[in-house]
């Protein structure tokens, strides 16, 4: 009985984690190492082994392997350990955010909140591929901001440098990730300088 349950727990934190590519895992080991990925690969190792800050943010531009490195970290600390992980598009969830609104959602925003912040580890990909108003700036940073004043794992993928963060989430967003005063060390930044794969896979067989 015992096994069956902690066979059902197991499949449960990997049904929760909402991972994609279930059916091509995306990990460190099926990762076509190419140049410019090396900045980002390493401090993914380390994101995924509990090293430095704990939180992580991956710049760099669509197709470089951003989205690759994060569900690679997923996969690897739901193998190594029994944390809940969570894998979701900014959008997506501020969508899901927006939802309980809803007249007849089952879903208020609090409980919601409460939800994901049990999650150990977030992975929010592409934040900012789109400008938000002020209440998703808000709940987003506020989000955020208790992550990491809990200490909390969370590993952002962007396509935006600083400026255009502060211009589509607001310059509290852009100070707080892309920070760089060595006394604080709450954020560990790196740039991920491969090419587009979609435009280079054919001709160089990378898959990212």
């Known amino acids: 009985i015992l096994a069956t349950q902690l066979r059902n727990a197991q499949d449960q934190r ?25 900045e980002g690969l390493a401090a993914a190792k380390r994101f995924a082994d509990f090293q430095g800050p704990h939180t992580l943010l991956l710049v760099g531009q669509t197709g470089s392997g951003k989205s690759h490195l994060l569900e690679a970290i997923g996969r690897q600390i739901l193998n190594t350990t029994g944390w809940k992980v969570r894998y979701e598009v900014a959008m997506a969830f501020l969508d899901r955010l927006r939802s309980t609104f809803n007249d007849g959602s089952e879903e208020d925003i609090t409980s ?40 909390w794992w969370t590993a952002i993928a962007t396509n935006l440098v600083m400026d255009e963060m502060a211009e589509a989430l607001g310059d509290r967003m852009a100070s707080r990730l892309f920070q760089d005063n060595p006394q604080l060390g709450e954020v560990a930044r790196a740039t991920v300088m491969a090419p587009d794969y979609r435009m280079a896979g054919a001709n160089t067989g990378v898959r990212l």
């Open 14 to 38: 990997w049904l929760q984690a909402n991972l994609p590519h279930a059916s091509a895992p995306r990990t460190f080991e099926t990762l076509q190492l190419v140049g410019g990925m090396q």
């Open 112 to 151: 919601l909140l409460n939800w994901y912040q049990v999650r150990k580890v977030v992975l929010l990909d592409d934040l900012g591929t789109r400008a938000e108003k002020d209440w998703a700036i808000e709940r987003l940073t506020a989000f955020l901001d208790e992550r990491m004043r809990m200490g």
